[in-house]
């Protein structure tokens, strides 16, 4: 009765650990969230009131999203890209996740995968039935594909269209792509598309953001939303802008949303206008000092020559590679590390990286992130004692899995 295609589909990876850690606590014992990657903060103050303002909003609002905040999202765009957008290259959808979805079922070509890449981008190919073809990229080259490897791809298949997606900061590697004008002159050479999934944009750490978009304007659809810089994954809040050349893709995913998810809940709609209106300098600051200072200390204590990794660099994640130990597959590294650690962590594979690579995803979000921003100030540096204080299973998390591997 069910599909082969969606029959050899398992859970999403994320959601499937989520819910596998929430079981072993039912059960009782004490574990560590390494595995689920969420937004520790609360939603800006600001952004909830709105959002109780505007609980009486109960009709339907028009598919492409309510021109107010279509508006304010180009505004918000044009700004931090220096250009300026129009209201109708945006699109609203219930999170990122399903216009992705939405664009794929309406492509007709192949999509590039760098391995790692983001859990749901592959199988939204397989749903889609588009073929897709990994790139296994380096940790030298932070974890993103090299031009000559994409181009390779291309070269392959001349007479194929093709999606590239990029997302920098990353999940699951927390790095930052440094070679986009490099990337960028394949995509014009051979005239492709980019998916650039900015979500973790405003959590760049230390350098200024960097879009590809900046190099290639006409080719590339952004992809963001309020899941990760507003803390409000739950609420299902994404956008995408499609560079006006491209106008039939979004006229597709207009048809293809409007026979499914209608219109993103409108209380949410008018809600998300002050977050992309307001002010929320200080709190994008918080967030990302106390990530930062936390992806710092998993890196400064984890790392040796037993296990090594990339420093993070924006985002919530980092990818520790187990060196001394024996698996066959990072699945059964992690199945082990949850078993005898109480440890949740994500295989490298489900990121695409081949099964036999002993790395997993560590997502450093498991701590009370409100009592955290509440308790540190702007102007002084975090220590070690905020951490070991707000974020206690940070630290055990790291002690434990240090001396299992030094044992
Ligand atoms: C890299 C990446 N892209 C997209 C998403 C989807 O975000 P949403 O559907 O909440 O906009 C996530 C969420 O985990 C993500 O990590």
């Known amino acids: 009765m069910i599909k082969d295609s969606i029959k050899n589909l398992g859970l999403s990876a994320t959601l499937k650990i989520n819910e596998k850690s929430k079981l072993i606590v039912n059960q009782g014992k004490n574990i560590i969230k390494f595995g689920f990657g969420q937004s520790p903060f609360p939603v800006p103050k600001t952004v909830v009131e709105e959002l109780k303002n505007n609980a009486h909003e109960k009709s339907y609002l028009p598919i492409q999203g309510l021109e107010k905040l279509r508006i304010s999202i180009a505004n918000y765009e044009s700004k931090k890209k220096k250009y300026s957008f129009h209201q109708d290259q945006v699109i609203i959808g219930p999170g990122t996740k399903e216009l992705m979805f939405l664009m794929q079922l309406a492509f007709d070509g192949e999509i590039i995968l760098p391995a790692p ?184 204590n984890l790392r040796s020559n037993k296990i090594i990794m990339n420093k993070p660099m924006g985002g919530f994640y980092l990818l520790p590679e187990f060196l001394n130990k024996n698996f066959d597959t990072s699945s059964n590294l992690c199945d082990e590390i949850l078993e005898k650690l109480n440890i949740a962590l994500l295989p490298g594979s489900d990121f695409g990286f081949l099964e036999n690579k002993l790395i997993a995803r560590l997502s450093f979000t498991d701590f009370d992130g409100e009592n955290f921003m509440k308790k540190i100030n702007l102007d002084n540096d975090i220590t070690y004692e905020d951490i070991k204080n707000y974020a206690p299973k940070i630290v055990e998390g790291v002690n434990k899995l240090k001396s299992w591997v030094e044992n």
Not at 208 to 233: P, T
Not at 266 to 285: V, W
Request: charge should be positive.
């Open 117 to 300: 890449s983001w859990v749901s981008y592959m199988p939204q190919s397989i749903i889609a039935k588009n073929n897709y073809h990994w790139i296994q990229t380096k940790a030298e080259n932070n974890w993103f594909p090299k031009s000559h490897e994409i181009e390779e791809i291309i070269l392959k298949n001349k007479k194929k269209k093709f999606i590239l997606f990029i997302n920098s900061p990353n999940n699951p590697s927390g790095q930052v792509c440094k070679n986009l004008k490099e990337i960028s002159e394949i995509i014009k050479k051979h005239n492709i598309l980019v998916l650039s999934d900015e979500i973790y944009s405003e959590l760049t750490f230390d350098t200024k953001y960097e879009s590809l978009f900046e190099y290639c304007s006409d080719d590339v659809i952004i992809s963001n939303g309020l899941s990760k810089w507003c803390g409000a994954g739950g609420w299902r809040l994404g956008y995408f802008i499609i560079p006006k050349k491209k106008v039939e893709l979004l006229k597709s995913i207009k048809v293809l949303a409007s026979e499914t998810f209608s219109a993103v809940s409108s209380p949410i709609q008018y809600a998300a206008i002050s977050a992309f209106e307001g002010n929320h300098t200080n709190y994008i600051k918080k967030s990302k000092k106390i990530l930062k200072s936390i992806g710092d200390y998993v890196y400064r």
